[in-house]
Each structure stands twice: as C-alpha cells, then as structure tokens.
C-alpha cells in the first residue's frame, strides 16, 4: 500500500499493490500544469482509493484527457484518460518509500530548453 496527499492534505489517497515503474512526460501540457516536467505512475483505477475527494478538481487539458488538482491548495495530483481503466499518479505527492525509480521520458521533442535530460534512460520523441 502506498499512500499519498497534496500539499494541504485535503485530498487525500492510497494506491494497492506495488507502483509500476513512473515515467517523466516532457510535452508542454505537463510542463505548465506541473511547473517543470510530470512524474507519474500509472495505476489500475481499481487500485486508487480518494478521500477528501470533494476537495479534488479536475480540467479538461484536451479531449482525450484531464487533470485532477486540489481545490484547496492547487497541487496536480492525477492525470486521467477518458477512455481506459488506468489513472497517472503524481509521484511528488506519494509518502516516501515509493520503492519506484524513473524508467522512461516521454515527449522529449516537447522539452523545455533550459534543462537537458542526462539520466541515460531511454527518451521517447513522442
């Protein structure tokens, strides 16, 4: 079990089971959502539990998806699919230990320019 909260601590989760390896989106949708890159996981929605779900606000970043944010103190939580069975957790607002390391960049083509990516994992153009 793996727990987790925004900043304030209004929302609240818990995700079972162990966290698939995360993976960092460099597109530029994450990039002004999150203030830099996204680091997530992606997990069965069957295995996220929500409290202070009344505290959770979510935007539509594009037909296909949306992002889910605190009310309260506007930390980015979730990234979800509209079609699917799985939900991207932010791996900044897990509790320490994830027992995660870093797998893939995606978006790469998309980055920022003030940074450079030199982890040597592998960096998906798209």
């Not at 089971?17 to 990039?31: E, F, K, Q």
């Not at 996204?38 to 202070?52: F, H, I, Y």
Request: contains cysteine.
């Amino acid at each position: 079990m793996h727990k987790g909260s925004c900043l304030c601590g209004a929302v609240r989760f818990d995700v079972a089971g162990d966290l698939p390896p995360p993976n960092a989106c460099h597109c530029s949708i994450c990039r002004k959502q999150s203030g830099h890159f996204w680091a997530s996981t992606d997990v069965p929605r069957a295995a996220l539990t929500l409290w202070g779900e009344e505290n959770l606000r979510w935007y539509d970043s594009s037909a296909k998806a949306r992002r889910g944010f605190c009310g309260s103190c506007g930390a980015p939580l979730f990234f979800a699919p509209v079609t699917g069975d799985w939900i991207a957790v932010a791996m900044g607002a897990f509790d320490a230990p994830t027992d995660a390391r870093l797998a893939l960049h995606i978006f790469v083509a998309d980055k920022g320019d003030y940074y450079e990516i030199a982890d040597g994992l592998p960096q998906n153009p798209q």
